[in-house]
Nanobody, 124 residues
């Protein structure tokens, strides 16, 4: 059974930083692309960042480009999201997800497995 468990969320002031982690078990982590999504209250889930299985390709939503960095440690089966210069509009539940293939994608329908989410709250 595949499990994704996020951690690292919390409350931070605007301009601050947080690092999210996503531990993956039950699957050969290194063979698949991984992504981060988020969902704010009253809004649809949206793409944040994705990384290919080789770590050679990363892709970001325009809203986080230059502030967030996605990375992965295949030896530790762990995905990360470093979030800097946080803004109140970054407040949301953040989800990590494992894609159906090794190619990164921005569509949530292309992701087969999801974590339970971790809350990130940015105060102004």
């Amino acid at each position: 059974q595949v499990q994704l468990v996020e951690s690292g969320g919390g409350l931070v002031q605007a301009g601050g930083s947080l690092r999210l982690s996503c531990a993956v078990s039950g699957r050969t982590f290194s063979n698949y692309a991984m992504g981060w999504f988020r969902q704010a209250p009253g809004k649809e889930r949206e793409f944040v960042a994705a990384i290919s299985w080789t770590v050679g390709t990363r892709y970001y939503a325009d809203s986080v480009k230059g502030r967030f960095t996605i990375s992965r440690d295949n030896a530790k089966n762990t995905l990360y999201l470093q979030m800097n210069s946080l803004k109140p509009e970054d407040t949301a539940v953040y989800f990590c997800a494992a894609a159906r293939s090794y190619v990164y994608t921005v569509r949530d329908s292309d992701y087969a497995y999801w974590g339970q989410g971790t809350q990130v709250t940015v105060s102004s």
